[in-house]
C-alpha cells in the first residue's frame, strides 16, 4: 500500500472509532461517567482548554528539566562504565535489581525531602530515566569492536578523529535506544508524579477533574498526556531507526 | 583405464542386484506464487536400490531440496508417486525414512543420547531398549564418549554425526541427506565425507544424499543424478565406477576430473533459462 | 586461570564494597542531619523501626492486603496472557493485526487511565486488580508472541521427518523450547503487576502498603517510611531474583548460537 493510502485508511479507521465512540454515547450504550465521548472532551477544552494548556507548559517543563540531567548524566555514567572493564561486572546485579524494584515507592520520600513542588517530580523523572541510558550507552561502548581502533590507527587518524569518527558512530545506536526507553519512563515518572502529588501539571489536573467526576476533563488531560508521550516516542524512534538500524543488522548477521 | 559410464536417456533399470528402495514415478511439484504457478519439479524418475549410495547434484533453484522434502513425506507431490520400500508415501513414515538436514536441529535442552532416543521415546520404546539402541549408534558414528553433552558443547560436525545417528535410529530403509556438510569448514566437510562412508559400509543403509559440491557428489557415490533447473528435472543418470573403498587421492585423478568436467558441462550449460 | 579467579574476587569485592559504602554513608549521613522532623534516619534507626513494623498488626494487614492484591492479579495476567500471546503468535494475520497495537500500549504511560478504572470501579480490591492486570497483560502478551516465534522452523521440520504428533509437538518441542522467554515474561508481568498495585494503593486506596507509606509521608513518619520501602525493596529483589534463577536453570542450553 502507498503512504498515501495508509494514512487515508488509518484517518478511515479512526473516524469510524471516534463515530462509534460518539455513538455510543448519545444511545446511552455505556455509562457516560466512565467512558465519556468526543463531544464531551470537546466541551471540556471549550471550558478548560487553557487551565490544562498552562498545565501542559509545567509538564513539560518538568520534562525538559529533567531530560537535560538524564542525557547529559546518564550517558556520562555509561560512557564511564562502558570503559572500565570490571565495573559493569560488579554492577550488574544491581543494574538487575533497579528493574526489579517499583521506583514509585520512593515517591513519598522525595516530597519529604523536596515538597509536592516540580523538584519533586523533576528528580523522579531522572531517577527513572537515567539507569536505562546509563545502561545502554556502557553496552554501547563496550560494544566498540577493537579491530575498528586498530583500523583507524593504522589509517592515521588521531585520537580525537578516531572517537569522533568511528567509536561515537558505533556506539550511537544503542544510546539512541537507551535515550527512548529512559525517556518514555521519565515521561511516565513526572506524570504518575503529578497525579499522586502536585499543585499543578497534567496529572494533577486529571486527578482533580477525577474527583468531581468531570469525564470530559480526564479524557482531555489523558489525550494531552499520550500525545506528549506519543510524540516523544515517535521522535526518538525516528532517530534511532536513521541512526540505529544498520547496527541491528549487523550483529544479527555476525 | 576406468570408463566413466553415461546414460543419456533417464534409466528406470538397477545397476545392482537387490531390490529397489525407492521408486519415483512421474513426480512433479507446482508451487503457486504472485506472478504464476512455478513448476519445481517435473516429471521425476528414478530408482534407487538397496543399500546403494545415491548424489543428486544439482545448480541453485534445480528443486533438489523440495525433491528431497516430497520423499520425506514432508511436502505433497503435486502429480506421480513415490515408493518407498513398497510403501507409497503420502506423509512422514519415520519407519521407512530418516532425514539429516543442513542443520542439524538437535533440540538443545536434551543431550547427545537423549537426542538419538527422542525419536524412539516418543514411540513409547521403552528406557533400557532405546538407551541401548541410541549408544549403539552414537559410537557408530564416533561419538561414543559424548553421550552426555549438550548441543551447546559440540562442534558443527559432532551435531552433524548426532544428527545422522538420530536418523538412523528408527532403522529406516533410507537415508535422505539435504547437504548435511554445506555450513561445515572445508576440512571438517572432507573428513566428514570420509566417515558418512565409513557409516555407510558399517550399517548397509540406503542413503540419499543432496549436495552442490561436484567432487563430493561423486567422490561419495555409486550413482549421480544430475538436476537441472527450469523447470527442475533429472538430466542424466551416471553410475560411479570408481573402486570402494574410496580415498581422498582419487579426487585428484584423471577419470574423477573428466567425470567432474562432465558434470560440470551439464550444469553449466543448461543453466537457468 | 589465575588472572580470570583474580578478577572475580575483584568483583566479588567490589560488590560488597558498594553494599558497605552505601550502608555506612547512609548510617553517616542519617546522624549527621537534624533537622525536625528528622529527614533522614540512620540506618540502625530504619532497620529497627523495621522490626517493630513487622511485628505490628495493622501493618501486615495491610501488607497481606498488598500481597493478595498481587497474587491475585498475576493469577489472571501469566495464564492470560500466555495463551493471548501463543494464540497471537502462532497467527500471523492476527499479529499483524494485534502487535501494533500493543506496542503502542507498552510505549504509553499506563498510570494515566488509573483514574478511569476508579470511576468506573471505584477505590478497593477490584480496582486494584484489574488495573494491575491490565498493566501486566500487555508485557507477557509480548512475551508469549516472542516465545513462539524464538521456536525455529527447521526444528519443527526436522521434529516432523521423525514423526511427532501434534500433541508431542507442543508439549515436548514447542513447550521446552519456549519455557526460557516464558519465565522471563512472567518475571517482567510480575514487575509491571507489583508496579500497579502500589501505584493504585499509593493514588487513591484505604489500605495496602502504598497507603500506608503515603499517609506516612504525610505525617513525616521517616522511620515508618524508610522501613516499609526497604522491606518492599527487598522482597521484590528477592522475587524477580527467584524468577531468574529460574529463567537461567531452564535456559542453560541457550549458551551458544545453536
Redesign the interface.
Known sequence: MTLARKIAWRLLVTALCLGAWEGAYRLHMLSPIIFGSPSLILKAAATDGVTFLDALRVTLYEILVAISIAWVGGTALGVVAGMLRPLDRIASPFFGAMIAIPFVILYPILIAWLGIGPESKIVFGVLLGMFPIALNTMIGVQSIERGYASMAMAMGASRLQTVTWVMVPLALPAVISGLRLGTSLLIAGVILTEMLAATDGLGFWISYNRSLFNTGQVYLGILLALAVATLANLALGRLERRYGSWRARQQAAS | MEEVGAMTALAVAETKPGRTVIEAIGVSKLFGSSSGPVQALADISFSVGSGEFVTVVGPSGCGKSTLLQIL?G?VPASSGTIVLDGQTIDG????K???V?Q???????KTAIENIE??LA??GVPTAERRARSQALLDLVGLGDSARR???ELSGGMKQRVAIA??LV?EPSVLLMDEPFAALDEQTRTRMGAELLQIWERSGRTILFITHGLAEAIYLADVVLVMAANPGRIVERIPVTLPRPRTIDMIGSEAFGRLRNHIWHLISDRGPL | MKPARREDWLVLAGRFGIVIVFALAWEVLGRMGKSDPELLPPLSKVLATLWQLLHDPDFMVDLRVTLVEIAAAFAIVAPLGLLIGFVVGENQRLYDVVNPTIQLMMATPKAIFLPIFIIAFGIGFTEKVVFSTMIGLFAVILAGIAAVHSVPQGLVTAARSFGVNRRQLYLQIYLPAMTPLIIGGLRLGLVFTIFGVLLSEMYAASNGVGHAFVAWGESYRMPELMAGVLLIVVITVALDEMMRLAEEHYGKWRKSAR
Not at chain 2, 512422514?92 to 519407519?95: G, S, V, Y
Open positions: 520425506a514432508l512422514p513414515r519415520p519407519d525414512v530418516g532425514v538436514f542443520d542439524a536441529w538437535l533440540l538443545p535442552w527422542f525419536p516418543l514411540r549438550y548441543p551447546h538420530r536418523g528408527q
